[in-house]
């Protein structure tokens, strides 16, 4: 087992995933009992998705898809915010693009931030710290079964805080994790392409500025569309708009991949506006919340400096 990497995946995933949301405070989230539950399920989450996205290959895509399929087991299957009303009520989407039991608005919105910042961000970061370990596998294989029942458990601990949804939206939410999992696995199997760079290439802070803009867009049309009075489906596809639009610019411009400094300034775009929105939010009161953004700034800031 290769340690560094692995605790470091273990901090950083509950930092930028539960943190940078605003859910918890970092003095809330430094109580002894919420960083381990936090560290079971965020950190674990990380690991196992990036073990598995190495060992087949996956890349960025899968670890990715991936990162969607644990979105769903935390959203879906252990907080519920999927089928909670009186969540989405709080968070002023209301009964906007629900389905049934389950609140496609959220769903999605929830998912993709999983995918982008708790586990993709966590993993590119902690691969930027210690680039002799991005090739190997940090653990092994039978030992992976620690962080899955860990992870697994923070189910169990928190079951009865939440709401219980009927059978059928649970199991279509596990079935599209499954299906996640498996587009993740088949990408490995892949034979690898080659892409060509483009003839002029751009500075890699304008990913920066275009991941920073699509993620604050994204945030900001999911909290304000309900609003509208706009037909949900239309609404939803607006909404996932600069998602893709995003996806689109950053595959088109980008030069030197995921792990290069196009990857970086892509990574510190969309922490960016979190960061951003986390200091604002801390000057409300939570003064804590403001403090932790601007220490994690100063590990961006760091890890800039080092990729020179």
Same mark, same amino acid.
Request: charged share 15%; with cysteine.
């Given at each position: 087992?290769?340690? /560094?990497?692995? @605790? $470091?995946?273990?901090?950083?995933?509950?930092?930028?995933?539960?943190?940078?949301?605003? $859910?918890?405070?970092?003095?809330? !989230? @430094?109580? *002894?009992?919420?960083?381990?539950?936090?560290?079971? @399920?965020?950190?674990?989450?990380?690991?196992?998705?990036?073990?598995? %996205?190495?060992?087949?290959?996956?890349?960025? +895509?899968?670890?990715?898809?991936?990162?969607?399929?644990?979105?769903?087991?935390?959203?879906?299957?252990?907080?519920? &915010?999927?089928?909670?009303?009186?969540?989405?009520?709080?968070?002023?989407? #209301?009964?906007?693009?629900?389905? #049934?039991?389950?609140?496609?608005?959220?769903?999605?919105?929830?998912?993709?931030?999983?995918? %982008?910042?708790?586990?993709?961000?966590?993993?590119?970061?902690?691969?930027?710290? =210690?680039?002799?370990?991005?090739?190997?596998?940090?653990?092994? *294989?039978?030992?992976?079964?620690?962080?899955?029942? $860990?992870?697994? #458990?923070?189910? =169990?601990?928190?079951?009865?805080?939440?709401?219980?949804?009927?059978?059928?939206? +649970?199991?279509?939410?596990?079935?599209?994790?499954?299906?996640?999992? $498996?587009?993740?696995?088949?990408?490995?199997?892949?034979?690898?392409?080659?892409?060509?760079?483009?003839?002029?290439?751009? /500075?890699?802070?304008?990913?920066?500025?275009?991941?920073?803009?699509?993620?604050?867009?994204? &945030?900001?049309?999911?909290?304000?569309?309900?609003?509208?009075?706009?037909?949900?489906?239309?609404? !939803?596809?607006?909404?996932?708009?600069?998602?893709?639009? #995003?996806?689109?610019?950053?595959?088109? !411009?980008?030069? +030197?991949?995921?792990?290069?400094?196009?990857?970086?300034?892509?990574?510190?775009?969309?922490?960016?506006?979190? !960061?951003?929105?986390?200091?604002?939010?801390?000057?409300?009161?939570?003064?804590?919340?403001?403090?932790?953004?601007?220490?994690?700034?100063?590990?961006?800031?760091?890890?800039?400096?080092?990729?020179?």
């Amino acid at each position: 087992m290769t340690w /560094r990497p692995v @605790l $470091a995946v273990l901090v950083v995933a509950p930092v930028l995933g539960e943190m940078l949301s605003t $859910a918890t405070p970092p003095l809330d !989230l @430094l109580l *002894p009992w919420n960083f381990a539950l936090f560290t079971a @399920l965020y950190g674990s989450g990380a690991l196992l998705c990036r073990e598995a %996205a190495h060992r087949w290959g996956s890349g960025l +895509t899968g670890l990715l898809l991936l990162g969607a399929a644990y979105g769903i087991y935390e959203e879906a299957l252990v907080d519920r &915010f999927w089928f909670d009303p009186a969540y989405a009520s709080d968070t002023g989407v #209301g009964d906007y693009a629900r389905a #049934g039991e389950t609140s496609l608005l959220l769903a999605t919105h929830l998912t993709a931030f999983h995918a %982008a910042v708790s586990v993709g961000a966590t993993v590119l970061i902690v691969e930027w710290l =210690f680039p002799g370990d991005r090739d190997r596998a940090w653990v092994r *294989p039978w030992a992976l079964i620690v962080p899955a029942v $860990a992870m697994l #458990g923070a189910l =169990f601990v928190t079951y009865e805080e939440f709401v219980r949804p009927p059978v059928g939206p +649970t199991l279509a939410a596990i079935g599209i994790a499954v299906l996640l999992v $498996a587009a993740a696995w088949l990408h490995g199997r892949r034979p690898s392409r080659v892409t060509r760079a483009p003839a002029r290439r751009p /500075r890699p802070r304008v990913l920066g500025v275009v991941a920073f803009v699509c993620t604050g867009s994204h &945030f900001v049309l999911v909290y304000a569309v309900p609003s509208t009075g706009l037909a949900w489906p239309a609404g !939803l596809a607006l909404t996932l708009l600069p998602l893709v639009t #995003g996806v689109l610019i950053v595959r088109r !411009l980008a030069t +030197t991949g995921a792990r290069g400094r196009d990857g970086l300034w892509v990574v510190t775009g969309i922490l960016g506006f979190f !960061l951003t929105l986390d200091v604002l939010v801390g000057l409300g009161g939570r003064y804590d919340l403001s403090v932790g953004a601007l220490l994690v700034t100063a590990g961006l800031i760091w890890l800039h400096r080092r990729a020179r």
